[in-house]
Every structure is written in structure tokens, then in C-alpha cells.
């Protein structure tokens, strides 16, 4: 990724399995507030907006243009717990469709190398 759309990877272990759904959520919550300090959080779910490429470009450029860095938050097996979503600036949906971690991943990656090139003013985007 080109400097000004730098990709950095945290890698958060998941809580213990020891626990019900709930407390794992409410458990990893901290965490995940704390690896995203300051930035503007995008909870990836599967209720969230469905954006187009352009208008996730558009997001990531507005951030970029304010100063902001942004945090994508892939949640554990279980999800992300009600609270880092309600702190999000925004849920967005990859796909309607369940997507394992590893690949959602990729996906996001791809995407936000695609929002770099359409903000860029480069071809690789075809709309």
C-alpha cells in the first residue's frame, strides 16, 4: 500500500473459551478499544452498510483529508461485543455472505487497495 493509505495488522488473541458467548465479547471489548486508540473504528459485520467501492473510497478519503486513522475491526468467531459497535464510526458489511477471518482479510485489503486507486485517480478501478 502506498504511504498514505499504510496497512498495519494487530492481532488480537481471543478470550479463553472457558465462557459464555457473552462474557468472551464483553472480555475482548477492551482490547479491542485499546489496539484502536484514537482512530475512527469500523466494525466489519454482517448487518452493517453495504458501500460500493466508490463510497468506501469516499469514507477513507474524508478520514484521510480530517487527519484520522482507521481501525477495521474483525471480530473474534463469536463477533464483536455490543459496545465496540455502538463506539464505531461505522458497521460495514463485506459481504452478505459469512466470510472466515483469513479471507476477510484479503478482502478488506483488497479493498482498500481499490479505494486508494480511485481516490489516486488510477486505473485500476473500472467503474
Known amino acids: 500500500m502506498p ?3 499504510a496497512v498495519e495488522l494487530i492481532e488480537l488473541k481471543p478470550a479463553p473459551r ?3 458467548v457473552g462474557q ?7 482490547r479491542i478499544a485499546s489496539a ?3 482512530a475512527a473504528m469500523v466494525a466489519l459485520d454482517e448487518r452493517g452498510a453495504a458501500w460500493s467501492s466508490v463510497e468506501f473510497a469516499d469514507r477513507l478519503a474524508r478520514w484521510r483529508d480530517d487527519g484520522r486513522d482507521v481501525a477495521f475491526v474483525i471480530g473474534s468467531a463469536d463477533g464483536i ?4 459497535k455502538r463506539r464505531a464510526a461505522a458497521l460495514l458489511q463485506l459481504s452478505a455472505l459469512t466470510l472466515p477471518h483469513a479471507l476477510a482479510r484479503v478482502v478488506l485489503c483488497e479493498q482498500l487497495w481499490r ?3 480511485i ?3 488510477h486505473p485500476y478501478h473500472r467503474a
Open 119 to 121: 481516490v489516486d485517480g
Open 18 to 20: 472457558n465462557k459464555t
Open 81 to 84: 461485543d455490543a459496545s465496540i
Open 115 to 117: 479505494a486508494w486507486s
Open 24 to 30: 468472551i465479547l464483553a472480555l475482548e471489548a477492551p
Open 36 to 38: 484502536c486508540g484514537a
Open 3 to 5: 504511504r498514505e493509505f
